[in-house]
């Protein structure tokens, strides 16, 4: 009964490589969000997604990409892998794209690029 | 823009004692406020939030966070800490229409028995 799920919860991978992070919610929310928290625990939005409708990217690198196949799944493909991507990588989802919806985090992707 | 700055990294409190945790905000409107947690290992949950009206708002697990206009503060309280309560926190400010939250650094709360 897992709201928001996210796998894998660890990825090990080399500088170059391409890799893809999967989240799901069983919500039935309309808008689902990824996030990057760094070392220092800062946590930054990447992307936001309205009914499989990108609203927000922040400025990330086009190496990084959504994709969003229906409204309870939105995936992060990252490509060519940099050491500077390891990060912990958070998924959301909230009823509806406004900030009065409480979001719902997922228990988080560790990526690490060696 | 609007940004959140979270004056304290790491405060490390005793069992049973008070806790506040500090938040400021800036934002010329009225924002949406919000206090998460982040327990190791673990995604965010929220504590609570402050959208308007009563500027003291009750939250899950003891919590409660007052809004101060003046100060642009939205700082988090507890009476008494329970060593469950180690984890990093996390204030939040959103707004109307903009569909995202900025997040403050963070600040990791260490409970001593």
């Known amino acids: 009964d897992t709201a928001v799920s996210q796998t894998p919860k660890y990825l090990v991978t080399q500088m170059g490589n391409d890799k893809s992070i999967k989240c799901e919610q069983n919500?039935?929310?309309?808008?689902m969000y990824w996030y990057k928290q760094d070392s220092k625990k800062f946590l930054k939005i990447m992307f936001s997604?309205?009914?499989?409708?990108?609203?927000i990217n922040e400025t990330v690198p086009n190496r990084f990409s959504p994709k969003s196949p229906d409204k309870a799944h939105l995936n992060l493909h990252i490509n060519s892998l940099e050491l500077g991507d390891s990060a912990v990588y958070f998924c959301?989802?909230?009823?509806?794209?406004?900030?009065?919806?409480?979001?719902?985090f997922g228990p988080g992707t560790r990526l690490t690029v060696t | 823009a609007q940004s959140v700055t979270q004056p304290d990294i790491h405060i490390t409190v005793s069992e049973g004692a008070s806790l506040e945790l500090r938040c400021n905000y800036s934002?010329?409107?009225?924002?949406?406020l919000f206090w998460y947690v982040q327990s190791p290992g673990q995604g965010l949950q929220l504590l609570l939030k402050?959208?308007?009206?009563?500027?003291l708002v009750q939250g899950i697990k003891g919590f409660e966070a007052e809004f101060k206009r003046s100060q642009s503060s939205f700082n988090l309280r507890k009476p008494s800490v329970h060593w469950s309560d180690a984890a990093e926190y996390f204030c939040?400010?959103?707004?109307?229409?903009?569909?995202?939250?900025?997040f403050g650094q963070g600040t990791r709360l260490t409970i001593n028995p």
């Open positions: 959301a989802s909230s009823l509806r794209g406004d900030p009065s919806y409480e979001q719902y």
């Open positions: 919500l039935g929310h309309d808008t």
């Open positions: 997604y309205n009914n499989k409708e990108l609203i």
């Open positions: 934002y010329g409107a009225t924002p949406y």
């Open positions: 402050y959208f308007s009206g009563d500027t």
């Open positions: 939040a400010v959103g707004t109307q229409g903009a569909q995202k939250l900025v």
